[in-house]
């Protein structure tokens, strides 16, 4: 009896042995598989291990990488259209809009009266000033902003036979016409003068790439087109002077020596780069006087009584801030570089260069 229990308890354990056993091995045959690859996808890539829009992450087909140009981010394998390089490609020059806008003659007097007088204006020589006699000498810089009230004339949109009004359009009309030499902006020494194009292309116009269609749709070529330049986007100008006081006459005379459009750079997204204004190029004044004496300044008064450019210069009828002199710099910094954070003392710096100028002259006299 004793044998037969025996017997009966070590068959018993071993069923409970080979029953545990088994449960081992389904447990371990139907453990989920997870992928080797990790991470989330916000836009269905196969194989992670999570998506957020509903794709099987125990799908292990691979995503075909897109290669060709032009195609998609997200894993599409689509091909853009290549750019046929046997095609003719055509460059198309700006004709109209912007600052290379052609004027059309008018075929009869445009006014009332023979403006003869513009015409033949010619500037008034200066008054020589002996080097010994110039005792005291002072240079400055000043931003003249046509924004402002007081210099829209700067502005003027209006259109005459000689071309558009605006200041700007008279700048590279005069160097399109050889009338004026421009320097390159770097230096306001006059050191590197420039051509006409290269004057023009330093506004960072650009061009653009467009395909030509025939009545089929195909591509038959391409054309480079310029992109037109918007004279109302360049408002302000850098003018380069001297203060001279003259023993001889006892007093102050002031000499224009360049003026300079001054513009922001652009990344090549069109994203303007912050504080990045700097002067396109330079003219030398005393050449262009000439060309001002001839081109007449807005009147939103009497149009009958417009002065000539080269009259506004001389009779200092603009506003401007002062950005950089030759007082106490020897570092040759602008107002800009002192204070790189503070505008306002930018221009309270500049108020007190100008006030110093005129106290010299005034500490002369006795009253």
Avoid: C, H
């Amino acid at each position: 009896m004793r044998t037969y229990s025996f017997k009966l308890i070590l068959f018993a354990a071993s069923l409970v042995i080979l029953g545990s056993a088994d449960a081992q091995t389904k447990k371990r045959t139907t453990k989920k598989k997870t992928s080797s690859t990790s991470g989330y996808s916000a836009y269905g890539n196969q194989g992670n291990s999570g998506s957020a829009y509903g794709n099987n992450s125990a799908d292990t087909t691979p995503v075909k990488k897109n290669n060709t140009a032009g195609g998609s981010a997200y894993g599409q394998s689509y091909s853009a259209p290549g750019r046929d390089t046997t095609l003719p490609i055509e460059v198309v020059r700006s004709t109209s809009g912007g600052l290379l806008d052609s004027t059309k003659m008018s075929l009869r007097n445009d006014a009332g009266i023979e403006q003869d007088l513009i015409k033949e204006k010619s500037p008034l020589p200066y008054e020589n000033i002996r080097e010994d006699d110039a005792v005291y000498r002072v240079r400055v810089w000043r931003e003249i902003d046509a924004r402002e009230k007081l210099n829209l004339s700067f502005r003027n949109a209006s259109t005459e036979d000689n071309g558009s009004q605006r200041f700007i359009s008279i700048l590279v009309r005069a160097i399109k016409d050889g009338q004026i030499t421009a320097f390159e902006g770097s230096d306001d020494r006059f050191t590197t003068p420039i051509t006409a194009d290269a004057a023009i292309a330093a506004f960072g116009s650009g061009y653009d790439t467009v395909p030509k269609y025939d009545f089929d749709g195909n591509v038959v070529g391409y054309q480079v087109r310029e992109k037109a330049i918007d004279p109302d986007s360049i408002y302000k100008f850098r003018v380069k002077e001297e203060w001279i006081f003259d023993k001889e006459a006892s007093r102050l005379f002031v000499r224009i020596l360049g003026i300079a459009p001054v513009v922001g750079r652009k990344l090549s997204n069109g994203e303007p780069i912050p504080n990045s204004e700097g002067p396109v190029w330079w003219i030398y004044y005393p050449d262009a006087r000439p060309v001002f004496a001839k081109s007449q300044v807005y009147n939103p008064k009497n149009f009958g009584a417009r002065m000539s450019w080269e009259d506004l210069f001389e009779s200092r009828m603009f506003s401007s801030y002062i950005i950089k002199s030759s007082f106490d710099n020897p570092y040759d910094m602008d107002l800009a570089s002192i204070y790189p954070n503070n505008t306002l003392f930018r221009l309270l710096e500049g108020e007190r260069i100008k006030e110093k100028i005129f106290n010299y002259e005034q500490s002369l006299w006795q009253y």
